[in-house]
């Protein structure tokens, strides 16, 4: 993306001391410490380089399901936890978190899911299931909200993602995938999609013919501006250079695109815009966009910039604007979310690849040379040595 989400530490120890289990548990190896043998794709070290690796997952429990992994996306959270850009990485660490693929097996308490169904996996795979955030289905707000990789679990062992034969999943945390979403390009919105979405919801900015900017065209904002036309709402994409201007109009279908290096179109565009949606991960300047919005206008971050941003008090003052930030969405809104992309027929635009192609699709990403995700063909091309 951009983004984002495996920022919050691991594991944060509740002590000093770690508990009998837990140092058990770093005590065995990843093929040997549950029942069932997995293959998949990892990285060791924070040179970030993805290559085979064995690991285990646990038995299917009465609440869990298990997928067999079709697809995976490939977020920008992936690149930064593989290369430990955050300072948080957990080695070893499969990475993946928009996954889709068939349920293989149900736990006896499964209610909504059976064998045979296509399911999606997103970016969180546990919380306490109990807490306030729990209780309005905001489990991504949960505090002990669980990633689905690069985070210990509910049972104190280590979550393993996506680039991998098979996951298992408590079935609050599994997606019904809706009928005509392809299961390839459709893969992205279980992150991508979601973390745009929430916002626009949360915030408002669903109200046909009011004006949205979109600020980075990469990951996710490609999705947002398909989002935002299906609201009905006017979309110009804010970017840095002309490149994508062609692309961005007549392909994804902004009404407008405006450079930022482009002093007197930005001129032009002061106080345009009723939204603001920035994706930028890299830091930049916020003075330029809070101009462009509108008395009462916000300005939505979702990127996640490795420095602090610098926030001009007088044009958030000066225009009654607002400056504001979203990190995915829960279950419900993530299955809401899914089925509104379903019904407008929106979905990633992807390159799909080989497992085995994997390091050279990350150094792409690193440089932003992919329209506009990269999606893995698990199940045609994982195969063990």
Known sequence: MHHSLEIIT?????????????????????????????FGWGARDKSGVLSPFHFSRRDNGENDVTVKILFCGVCHTDLHTIKN????????????HEIVGIATKV???????????????GVITGSCQSCESCDQDLENY??????????????????????????????????????????????????????????????????????????????LGHVAVKIGKAFGLKVTVISSSSKKEEEAINHLGADSFLVTTDPQKMKAAIGTMDYIIDTISAVHALYPLLGLLKVNGKLIAL??????????????V????????????????????????????????????????????????????????????????????
């Open 10 to 38: 691991l594991h944060k120890p509740q002590s000093l001391t770690q508990t009998k289990t837990e140092t058990e548990t770093m005590a065995k190896s990843p093929e040997t410490e549950h029942p069932n043998k997995v």
């Open 85 to 96: 850009d955050w300072g948080y990485t957990y080695y070893p660490v499969v990475p993946g």
């Open 107 to 121: 736990g006896k308490n499964v209610t909504k899911f059976k064998e045979g169904d296509r399911v999606g996996v």
């Open 142 to 219: 949960c505090p002990q909200m669980s990633f689905t990789y690069n985070a210990i679990g509910s049972d104190g062992t280590k979550n393993y993602g996506g680039y991998s034969e098979n996951i298992v999943v408590d079935q609050r945390f599994v997606l019904r995938f809706p009928e005509n979403l392809p299961s390839d390009s459709g893969a992205p919105l279980l992150c991508a999609g979601i973390t745009v979405y929430s916002p626009m919801k949360y915030y408002g900015m669903t109200e046909a013919g009011k004006h949205l900017g979109v600020a980075g065209l990469g990951g």
């Open 303 to 316: 990127g996640l910039p490795e420095k602090p941003l610098e926030l001009p008090m007088f044009p958030l």
């Open 318 to 385: 000066l225009g009654r604007k607002m400056v504001g930030g979203s990190d995915v969405g829960g279950l419900k809104e993530t299955q809401e979310m899914l089925d509104f992309c379903a019904k407008h027929n929106i979905t990633a635009d992807i390159e799909l690849i080989k497992m085995d192609e994997i390091n050279s699709a990350m150094e792409r990403l690193a440089k932003s040379d992919v329209r506009y995700r990269f999606v893995i063909d698990v199940a045609n091309s994982l195969s063990p040595p």
